[in-house]
């Protein structure tokens, strides 16, 4: 699976977007891009995910490059419950176990 | 409810004891995984289980034994504890015939190992 590299923290206003970047210049063709976030101590908790086309969802946006080694997650509009730490990974997707957790982007929301 | 629950939430052991995590899920997956985690850390595999007879080695499986009970039920064993065992341990399921590869995680155990 490809390794992951994410810039250790980052600060975020509230109510602005959040551009977390991750770059996976290693990716292979059937590997997909996939973000989760731990808040505080919590559980992992999934985000969204891609594989070649920008993603949206209620949580957040994902913009692939097009050639695919790079990403980032967007937030629109963060607030003070999305500071975390946020996990960039790419593994094969369905059949898979391998997910390889990098050390992450830890987020911080300022009021 | 949750999904995913974890027992105990907070352990506190002695080194060469055995100890025994719990996992147990009621979101029907086939699959089932054992983290742990490190300060500052991310999450390393540990086992995994994509059915009740599968077991599988993760990334660092040594001093660690699992057990797949049935469908909803994986527990992780440390048959000699020592402190350097001391961590977050997460477990989670994922459902092949879910998103690709999503993974939901319990609350996590915190073990400590003195």
């Known amino acids: 699976d490809a390794k992951t590299t994410q810039p250790p923290s980052m600060d975020c206003a509230e109510g602005r977007a959040a551009n977390l970047p991750c770059n996976h210049s290693?990716?292979?063709?059937?590997?997909?891009v996939y973000w989760y976030r731990q808040i505080h101590s919590q559980g992992p908790q999934y985000i969204i995910h891609?594989?070649?086309n920008n993603e949206t969802n209620e949580m957040a946006s994902l913009i692939i490059t097009e050639d695919r080694k790079s990403s980032t997650l967007i937030l629109p509009h963060a607030t003070l419950r999305d500071t975390a730490v946020y996990y960039c990974i790419v593994s094969a997707g369905s059949g898979t176990y391998k997910y390889i957790f990098g050390t992450g982007t830890r987020l911080k929301v300022l009021a | 409810d949750a999904d995913v629950t974890q027992t105990p939430r907070n352990r506190i052991t002695k080194t060469g004891k055995r100890i025994m995590l719990e996992c147990s899920q009621t979101?029907?997956?086939?699959?089932m995984y054992w983290y742990r985690q490190d300060p500052g850390l991310g999450l390393r595999l540990i086992y995994y289980s994509f059915d009740v007879k599968d077991i599988n080695k993760g990334e660092i499986s040594d001093g660690y034994s699992v057990s797949r009970q049935a469908q909803a039920k994986f527990s992780l064993s440390l048959e000699s504890a020592i402190p350097n065992q001391t961590a977050l341990y997460f477990c989670?399921?994922?459902?092949?015939?879910?998103?690709?590869?999503?993974?939901?995680f319990g609350p996590g155990t915190r073990l400590l190992v003195l």
């Open positions: 979101k029907g997956h086939d699959r």
């Open positions: 891609g594989l070649k």
């Open positions: 989670a399921t994922s459902d092949p015939a879910g998103p690709l590869g999503t993974q939901y």
């Open positions: 290693t990716i292979s063709g059937n590997e997909y």
